[in-house]
């Protein structure tokens, strides 16, 4: 999704602002631009439609002097990827924004800066802003004040950054709604959507909150709270090396991340595991006795996190015997819901800057839930800062915008919760063990798993002409089958769906033919001999079957099945182990079809807009 970089400083920012914004490439976008100020140039400005690459050849072509800067990524809202509609946006060759969000109040702001004497010359929500803003320079206001006054007139989503040619002394940013960073520097001070575009710069950060003005120079920055009061925010530092965003020798981010797993799902474990039991502190101080107090559980989140909250409603009910309700985030925040007493509200996510599950926490903060806990992988994100209790994920940078590494490190922080609260609720010491044992070996056993990567690479050919696919799974490994489907249309853009096998028979059998090959997870569990039988029903319609099924699954390939063995496991860690085959499946799939693996058509990492 749109990405921000700005910078005030004492050397050319415009190199500091393509870097920037190369960084923020993961992010998905559709097009670039950048706004400079200098006394040779002015305000000088360069946009293109594309990749950031094609912004630095003409940065290259059409050097750009210096020193105080915008920049910006544009992921589609309002108006089709185009150059015209690409920031930053100008007003009177005098003011410059960039915007993330959206304007939800843009048509009424347009018409009345229409009937003002304004032109517009793009089909952006974000145009009203950099208008709005100059008219209050044009009626004498200084920068800082003229944003102000034009953030009160916003509805809407934004993060902004601003710089008016007539005083390049200052660079103002602005969040309500999308999230920005302050980069610190000796001198000099920078802005940021996140802090991966800044690390080459500054490892010392200023997280602004909902509602903060900030007025940037070179020798400081002033913070305003929403109610206009000069604000003190804390400067932290990161701990994320500049280099942790770099591909090493993959070929791409997507296949680094999955072969990450087991280091990431080792570093999520550490200090959270004692010889036979898990450590309540890994929750936080006061978690023990909060999390023995939960009587039902409502997880909350988006896309693959969701996915990874459907599996832990199978954990949850089985082993710590409490209801658990799953919901995506877009859905549970537009509708009533009752909630359960003393109820536990948690969400999922990678970068804990998902509007919509952000928007639902802050819902359930409004309506009785006992506590709200936060699963995820940025430490510095809103969902943290806004949550009671915290899990995080240590699975590190995930650049790849279809997930994978985050995905398994949310399955394990999942399994923490799950055995914590089981233990509140009876669970013996003993399947308390078993359950750390397992998840001390998972890191090896997935290092096996990743071992049969030759061989999904080359099933990989026979999925390469198909149009469509169906996954099948049952029990716990059905959430696990949504997220092979997912992964494979994110990335390969084959249409693909998952079923739980039992409802094969009211609906998609109807679309087997030899053309729809159906993947199947099967380990070697109580449902085991039920999924066969649903296999059969595909088999006899002349569907291709491909089974992922651990070595003590009684199967033979035959015509019309291939079966591909994974080591043997355990019930409780087997939606772990068999995502990584569909992880790989999907990547192979998309790579031998061409397509931009890592920044796929029409997708956003980070979703900050509703
Ligand atoms: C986007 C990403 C997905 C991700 C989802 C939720 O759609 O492309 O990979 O699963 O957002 O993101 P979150 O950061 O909340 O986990």
Not at 127 to 139: I, K, P, R
Not at 214 to 243: C, F, H, K, Q, Y
Request: with cysteine.
């Amino acid at each position: 999704m749109c990405g921000i970089v700005g910078a005030i400083a004492q050397r050319p920012v415009a190199a500091i602002l393509l870097e920037g914004l190369k960084r923020l490439e993961y992010r998905g976008y559709d097009s670039a631009g950048l706004a400079v100020l200098s006394t040779e140039r002015g305000m000088h400005r360069l946009r293109t439609l594309g990749k950031v690459s094609k912004l630095a050849e003409a940065v290259a072509a059409e050097p750009m002097p210096g020193s105080i800067g915008i920049a910006h990524t544009r992921w589609a809202t309002h108006g089709e990827p185009s150059t015209e509609n690409a920031h930053p946006h100008l007003s009177g060759e005098r003011c410059a924004i960039v915007h993330n969000g959206i304007i939800e109040n843009h048509a009424t702001l347009r018409a009345e800066q229409l009937a003002a004497g304004h032109t517009f010359t793009s089909q952006t929500d974000t145009e009203v802003v950099v208008h709005a803003v100059y008219d209050a320079l044009a009626a004498g206001h200084g920068l800082t004040d003229a944003v102000r006054r034009t953030t009160a007139r916003l509805d809407g989503a934004y993060a902004l950054g601003v710089i008016d040619a007539e005083d390049p002394s200052q660079l103002i940013a602005a969040r309500q709604g999308s999230p920005l960073v302050i980069g610190v520097g000796f001198q000099e001070h920078f802005i940021a959507s996140d802090v991966f575009a800044l690390l080459p710069v500054t490892n010392r950060f200023i997280f602004l909150e909902e509602g903060d003005l900030a007025e940037l120079r070179l020798d400081g920055v002033t913070i305003w709270d929403r109610d206009g009061r000069v604000v003190e925010r804390p400067v932290r530092e990161s701990s994320v090396a500049a280099d942790s965003a770099e591909r090493g020798e993959y070929r791409h981010f997507m296949q680094k991340e999955i072969f990450e797993q087991p280091r990431a799902i080792a570093d999520t474990l550490e200090g959270r595991l004692a010889a036979e039991h898990v450590l309540p502190e890994a929750f936080g101080p006061e978690a023990e006795a909060v999390l023995a107090r939960v009587e039902a559980v409502t997880i909350v989140a988006c896309g693959t996190s969701y996915h990874a909250g459907l599996v832990a409603k199978y954990w949850i009910e089985a082993l710590a015997d409490l209801p658990c309700r799953v919901e995506v985030a877009s859905e549970y925040r537009y509708r009533k819901h009752v909630v359960p007493a003393n109820a536990l509200f948690v969400t999922i996510s990678q970068s804990g800057e998902t509007a919509d599950s952000l928007a639902a926490l802050r819902i359930a903060k409004d309506s009785g839930y006992a506590k709200t806990l936060a699963i995820c992988n940025v430490p510095e994100s809103s969902l943290v800062r806004e949550s009671d209790l915290v899990l995080l994920t240590h699975a590190g940078p995930e650049i790849g915008v279809a997930s994978t590494k985050a995905f398994t490190t949310q399955l394990v922080a999942l399994l923490l919760l799950t055995v914590n609260l089981a233990r509140t609720r009876g669970m013996d010491a003993a399947a308390e063990a078993h359950a750390v044992g397992l998840l001390r070996g998972l890191s090896s056993q997935l290092e096996e798993v990743l071992a049969i990567d030759p061989q999904i690479a080359a099933l990989a050919e026979r999925f390469v002409e198909k149009h469509h696919c169906l996954f099948l799974g049952r029990g716990e490994e059905y959430p696990i089958a949504m997220e092979g489907a997912l992964k494979l249309k994110e990335i390969s853009y084959i249409h693909a769906e998952a079923y739980p096998a039992g409802e094969l028979k009211h609906g998609p059998l109807a679309l087997i033919d030899e053309d729809m090959p159906v993947v199947a997870v099967a380990p070697n569990n109580a449902l085991l001999e039920k999924l066969k039988s649903n296999l059969e029903e595909v088999r006899a319609r002349g569907g291709q079957l491909f089974v992922f099924a651990d070595t003590q699954v009684p199967m033979q390939e035959e015509p019309g099945i291939t079966v591909i063995r994974l080591p043997e496991t355990d019930d409780l860690i087997d939606p772990l182990v068999f995502t990584i085959p569909l992880q790989l499946l999907a990547y192979h799939v998309a790579t031998l079809k061409g397509t931009d693996v890592d920044q796929p058509r029409n997708l956003a990492k980070s979703v900050t807009v509703e």
